[in-house]
Structure formats: structure tokens, C-alpha cells
């Protein structure tokens, strides 16, 4: 069954165009931000992190850029791909606890 | 498969059984932790282990809901005289200790689907 909600914001883009996908955060004291990926059936899987003391962090085909002035994270993915179509979650830490906080999600559908 | 395994994959029940869940994390890992997702939102968060204690439980949803990591390895998650409400899935995440100036990575298993009729 699906593990994911069918009602969620979505972003359509075509095979090898870029992704950017937004987060908004609340927290101002949070200061570690984490990307998953969650495909069909399956649990988060962790793509990218960021601690606060950074603006931009860059992995393979994928950039994660904070803006702490107005609490907004981003993922940017370069040449997107049909295996990247899954639903994306920010999630948030803050320093004095240890849970992450997960954002609503967006669902990532790629056209061939 | 050296990742976090969980069991079973799909559970099927009638309101007022109770359930449990398994979870075996990283074994490397000593932080263990159980979330809940419901259909369209995020994970949520439940309760967390650091070894066998748990350090956090005031997120499980009700007193029907208990966890226990008895010798600080696999952790068991048991909901009593389930609901429909209690329809989710279930996830458990492992990662080593946070330290200072790093992030705690969580590493998910691929969840529970719990479906309470």
C-alpha cells in the first residue's frame, strides 16, 4: 500500500531539467536541516545535510542551499531523472533536542 | 542487508488487538527512534533509545502505546486495543550519537503499514 499521500504539493519537470524544491521552516533555533527521499513502500532515504553555520552544500547532482534570514531550505537537482520521482521531505534539528521535525513533503514526478 | 530492518511489513487487525512491531537497527548504531507517518504529511516523531534507555516518550500518542529496547539492540513498539485511528505506518530510524558541531543522520527502515479495521 501507499506510505505516501496522494494530496501533496507537486512539482512536474521533464528528464534532465533541473528540480529545485522548497522548504519553509520554523524553528529559528533549529540548526541542522536534513533532505530524504521516500519512494513508494519505503522509508525515508537520507540524500543531503546542512548545519547552520553553512549556506550551501553540494553532493552528487544535488545542492542544498539555507537561507537563515527568512527560514527557507532548498534542494536543487541537476538534470533530473526519472529514478529521482519520489516524494522529498526537509526535516529540521534543533540543538537542544534530538528529534527531527519533517516538513509536509513534495512529490517530485519526472516526465521522460 | 546491513540496514535497518523492521517486522512485519504489513499488519493487518481489528480494532481492539494489540499489535507489536520489531525493529533491528545498524547494529553499530546506539540511537534508536520510532516515528509514525499517516497518509500525505511527514514523518512524526514517537519516542527514542539511546541504548536501552528511552529518553523520550512524551510524543507516543497514548498510553496504549509503548516501546522497549530491552538490551539495547532490537526495540519492539506495541500499540494495545488498537483503533482506526492508529492506521499508519510505522517507522523505525537508527544513527550514532549526535556530536558537537554535527547533525544526527537518521537511517529508516522501510516501515510497518498497520491497518486497523
Known amino acids: 500500500g501507499e506510505s505516501v499521500g496522494l494530496h501533496l504539493p507537486t512539482l512536474s519537470v521533464q528528464e534532465g531539467d533541473n528540480s529545485i524544491i522548497n522548504c519553509a521552516y520554523s524553528n529559528s533555533a533549529s540548526d541542522y536541516f536534513i533532505w530524504y527521499k521516500q519512494e513508494s513502500g519505503k522509508g525515508p532515504q537520507f540524500i543531503i545535510d546542512i548545519r547552520s553555520n553553512m549556506d550551501k552544500r553540494q553532493g552528487q547532482r544535488v545542492t542544498v542551499l539555507l537561507n537563515k534570514t527568512v527560514k527557507h531550505l532548498s534542494l536543487q537537482i541537476a538534470a533530473t531523472q526519472p529514478g529521482d520521482s519520489a516524494v522529498y521531505f526537509c526535516a529540521e534539528n534543533r540543538n537542544a533536542g534530538n528529534m527531527l521535525t519533517f516538513g509536509g513533503g513534495t512529490r517530485l514526478m519526472v516526465k521522460p | ?117
Open chain 2, 1 to 117: 542487508d546491513t540496514g535497518v530492518s523492521q517486522d512485519p511489513r504489513h499488519k493487518i487487525t481489528k480494532r481492539g488487538q494489540n499489535v507489536t512491531f520489531r525493529c533491528d537497527p545498524i547494529s553499530e548504531h546506539n540511537r534508536l527512534y520510532w516515528y509514525r507517518q499517516t497518509l500525505g504529511q511527514g514523518p512524526e516523531f514517537l519516542t527514542y533509545f539511546q541504548n536501552e534507555a528511552q529518553l523520550e516518550k512524551s510524543r507516543l500518542l497514548s498510553d496504549r502505546f509503548s516501546a522497549e529496547r530491552p538490551k539495547g539492540s532490537f526495540s519492539t513498539l506495541e500499540i494495545q486495543r488498537t483503533e482506526q485511528g492508529d492506521s499508519a505506518m510505522y517507522l523505525c530510524a537508527s544513527s550514532y550519537p549526535r556530536v558537537r558541531g554535527r547533525g544526527e543522520k537518521l537511517f529508516f527502515g522501510s516501515g510497518t503499514q498497520l491497518s486497523v479495521l
